[in-house]
């Protein structure tokens, strides 16, 4: 059974840092693309962070959060982490992990496997 389970939501206030993490089990996480998406109240999923399941990693991140947040992997834990810096009110959302068989994925469309979320608000 694939599951996907965040953690490290939270609140904190702007300027503030948090760090997500997602452990994954039922499936070769080393084989698999992993990514981090996220959905605010009324709007769309949207692409935060990727990083390719080959070494060397390739990550790439939205024009959004790119010098602020930094996404790492360990496959010998199956985990994959978002280090959160310098948060801002509109980095409120529910963050998702996935994974995906591309070697980087930017849309929803191209992940398999989903976890449930971990709500991250940012407010003064």
């Known amino acids: 059974q694939v599951q996907l389970v965040e953690s490290g939501g939270g609140s904190v206030q702007p300027g503030g840092s948090l760090r997500l993490s997602c452990v994954a089990s039922?499936?070769?996480?080393?084989?698999?693309?992993m990514g981090w998406f996220r959905q605010a109240p009324g709007k769309e999923r949207e692409f935060v962070a990727t990083v390719s399941w080959s070494q060397p990693f390739l990550a790439d991140y939205a024009d959004s959060v790119t010098g602020r947040f930094t996404i790492s992997r360990d496959d010998a834990k199956n985990l994959v982490n978002l280090q959160m810096d310098r948060l801002k009110p509109e980095d409120t959302a529910v963050y998702y992990c996935?994974?995906?068989?591309?070697?980087?994925?930017?849309?929803?469309?191209?992940?398999?496997?989903w976890g449930q979320g971990t709500q991250v608000t940012v407010s003064s």
């Open positions: 996935a994974a995906s068989t591309l070697t980087l994925g930017f849309s929803p469309a191209a992940y398999n496997y």
């Open positions: 039922g499936f070769i996480f080393s084989d698999y693309t």
